[in-house]
């Protein structure tokens, strides 16, 4: 796993979906900051297709 310091800064506390809010299952790659939920949604929209 690597940890940016900038994102090892930013990332405390801020886990937090962007879309709907929730802070469960939070995907920070790519500098997101969706859940899961909403990134599949989302994910087609942007071109990100490959996850997982
Ligand atoms: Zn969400």
Redesign the pocket.
């Known amino acids: 796993m690597m940890v940016k310091p900038e994102e090892k800064f930013k990332g405390k506390g801020l886990r937090k ?1 962007r ?2 809010g ?1 802070a469960r299952a939070v995907i920070r790659s790519h500098r997101l900051q ?2 899961r ?2 990134f599949r949604e989302v994910a087609a929209d942007i071109g990100f297709k490959k996850y997982g």
């Open positions: 979906c879309i709907c929730s969706i859940c939920r909403c």
